[in-house]
């Protein structure tokens, strides 16, 4: 498997503690930067359902 690489928003700043997203083949990854070990994995499709959701304001109850 070649390397990941790892990618954060740049709303997070300078901040170590944050989300990152990475590629492996088909699937794309997902883990806190802090937690680099506990990696969840996804699809595009459902990636990309769930970032519509976020961009219409589904999940602003949470923060």
Known sequence: ?????WQKSSFSGDRD???EVGQ???SI????SDEPH????TTREKLAA????A????????I
């Open 1 to 5: 498997m070649s390397e990941i690489n």
């Open 17 to 19: 503690d944050c989300v």
């Open 24 to 26: 492996a083949g088909d």
């Open 29 to 32: 990854l997902m883990r806190e």
């Open 38 to 41: 506990a990696v969840i994995t």
């Open 50 to 53: 769930f970032i519509l959701g």
């Open 55 to 62: 961009k219409a304001g589904e999940f602003d109850h949470l």
